[in-house]
């Protein structure tokens, strides 16, 4: 095991003497980080010439400069920079990123992120409890502070509408609540029109939580939904897409989570959530900011220390939005005592900035990780001893020969339910468009900018379940592209212009137990292979970095108007207005089942 853990620094209650000591000068401190100036996300002032004193991995204490008068600590020179408290990631999928949580460390601590809650819902969907723990181990492994918020509905919605690996029941929930110390919440309850609606599976997995004291997360769309949900005891969200939901979900008690995804995605909503403070007069009291799903790629270049910048781009001082990228996600989940401030007792968890807020070096428990924006000896040996997944992890596509990958040619007019996949490509359109005879299926295509969308179940639980659909406006010309990370049930969708394409795509992912991929003239162009739970790459960050790089360029080339990314989203049914799963097309929020044809 890793000797860089969490669990390196001991808890403060068998420290607090020692720590009473070195603030009062009568013991050495381990380290002095000299010449700084402070970012106080307690007062949201930054203070001028002061250092901090760090003992057991612990602050001491932070005092005016050469308070410390020599002795045998080691020194670090700041050299004017700024110390402010390690970021503090209130919601993430570490799954999203295609890296294991050891993996993930290194860029988090790049971009000066030393705490993260992650919601391990995907690989629940995938191998269920087994898959919840195992990252839970490899998390205890890792040179990061992780948290679990339980994944709170695996399946995402029922299985009438999609089949899942995993099945996380009240009981489930309530158990690993029990096992793991480190499950300190409910997980985003992405089911809110049930739960709006009572449902009693939604309201039984709400109540293992509340009853065991542990704060619920959300997932909302529709103000119409925010009363309800807030009385069923949801207390946060990411989800807050525009000024005034945000406004609403904050008067209801509900703290925000202002997400920031990079400006190619379709998810970054933070510039207009944000209006609720800069517009409104809200507090930001209770509004964090968290990135939520992050490629490996994207990981490195647009971290939590990014979109903590575009909280002040779009109009909060340097001073709160720190605060509101470390203290406030600590202070949603009881932890302010602990970390996202530099007060005395906290963790060293710390990070030198530069004036514009960009980390240059990093501390993990008071041990330097990152100097210079570069990974240190001890943080590189830690990454170097990764945790090892269960040998099923790697054993999880199981898929019938023979499948059928595209409907049958209508040999009369029909009228088909189509997925319309515009920007920003969260919520798709369900266009209807009317096919009258065709020789093939080209000219469809060719008329209603069309291509072939299918769903293949993998997880060995149906009879070879496909479902078959067309997108609209995808921009798909030749070939096919297909991912194992088909959201949340992680069936294998595959988009395509022809089913030899689409079958030599599968074949693929099913060859590596898993991946992302382009398919041209019967080859594969790029790919990232994803061995594990079909979802994570068992190597190290940068390296699935150069490959999501890749196959981003062959994804543009392939003519896709929306990223992989987006479309892992397409069978995600509980997003509106159409998706597509191994069931069928699915209506939402009616949450019913639609043919692809109906008579004209």
């Known amino acids: ?72 600590a080691k020194l670090y020179d700041a050299r004017g920079g700024i110390i402010a408290p390690g970021l503090v990631d209130p919601h993430i999928h570490i799954e999203s990123s295609m890296v294991t949580a050891c993996a993930y460390a290194e860029a988090a601590l790049l971009n000066g992120t030393t705490t993260i809650f992650c919601d391990s819902h995907e690989i629940g969907n995938v191998m269920d409890v087994a898959g919840v723990e195992a990252m839970l181990e490899d998390a205890r492994q890792t040179p990061l502070s992780i948290f679990l918020t339980v994944p709170s509905t695996v399946p995402a919605t029922t299985p009438d509408l999609e089949t899942a690996g995993g099945d996380l029941t009240p009981d489930k929930i309530a158990a690993l609540f029990d096992k793991w110390p480190e499950a300190v919440a409910l997980g985003e309850k992405m089911d809110f029109v049930p739960v709006a609606m009572g449902d009693e599976r939604s309201h039984a997995i709400l109540a293992a939580a509340l009853g065991r004291g542990k704060p619920v997360s959300g997932h909302v769309y529709g103000r ?35 997400r920031g995804g990079p400006p190619t995605t379709p998810w970054h909503s933070l510039p207009q959530a944000i209006k609720t403070i800069t517009e409104l007069g809200a507090s930001h009291k209770r509004v964090a900011v968290c990135t939520d799903d992050r490629d490996a790629e994207d990981l490195l270049a647009f971290g939590l220390d990014w979109v903590t910048r575009e909280a002040v781009k779009y109009g909060m001082r340097p001073e709160q939005a720190w605060a509101m990228g470390s203290l406030h996600g600590a202070t949603r989940f009881g932890m302010e005592g602990e970390i996202g401030g530099l007060g005395g007792g906290r963790r060293a968890d710390l990070v030198l900035l530069s004036d514009d807020l960009t980390p240059v070096s990093t501390w993990y428990g008071g041990e330097l990780v990152v100097d210079g924006k570069k990974i240190t000896p001890i943080l590189d040996e830690a990454l170097s001893k990764p945790y090892r997944y269960p040998d099923a992890a790697y054993h ?205």
């Open 224 to 258: 119409e939904f925010v009363a309800a949900y807030a009385a069923s005891g949801v207390t946060d969200t990411h989800e807050a897409i525009d000024r005034d939901i945000a406004d609403d979900l904050l008067e209801a008690g509900v703290w925000i989570f202002l």
């Open 396 to 600: 999880t596509v199981k898929l019938p020969k023979n499948l059928k990958l595209t409907p049958d040619l209508p040999t009369e007019t029909v009228v088909a339910h189509t997925i319309k996949t515009e920007l920003p490509g969260i919520t798709l359109g369900h266009v209807t468009v009317t096919l009258e005879p065709a020789n093939d299926w080209q000219a469809h295509f060719d008329k209603h900018d069309l291509c072939f969308v299918t769903v293949v179940e993998r997880h060995g639980k149906s009879a070879g379940n496909v479902a078959h659909g067309l997108l609209n406006g995808f921009g798909l010309r030749q070939g096919a592209v297909a991912s194992s990370v088909g959201h949340d049930s992680h069936n294998i969708i595959v988009a395509g212009t022809n089913a030899a394409d689409m079958q030599v795509a599968l074949d693929a992912i099913e060859e590596k137990q898993g991946g992302v991929c382009v398919v041209m003239d019967g080859k594969v162009t790029a790919m990232v292979p994803l061995p594990i739970a079909g979802l994570l790459s068992d190597k190290r960050v940068h390296q699935v970095a150069d490959e999501v790089k890749a196959l981003k360029l062959e994804w543009e080339r392939a003519g896709c108007t929306i990223a992989y990314m987006g479309f892992n989203l397409i069978p995600l049914s509980v997003i509106p207005e159409i998706r597509i799963t191994d069931k069928g097309l699915v209506l939402v929020p009616e949450m019913v089942i639609s043919p692809l044809f109906e008579k004209a």
């Open 1 to 72: 095991m890793s000797t860089l853990t969490r669990f390196s620094v001991q808890p403060l209650s068998t420290m607090t003497r020692r720590l009473a000591d070195v603030a009062s000068a009568r013991r050495e401190p381990d380290l002095v980080i000299q010449g700084a100036r402070v970012l106080s996300t307690y007062s949201e002032r930054f203070l001028d010439g002061r250092e901090v004193w760090i003992s057991g991995g612990r602050i001491a204490a932070v005092k005016p400069a050469g308070s410390y008068r020599g002795g045998s």
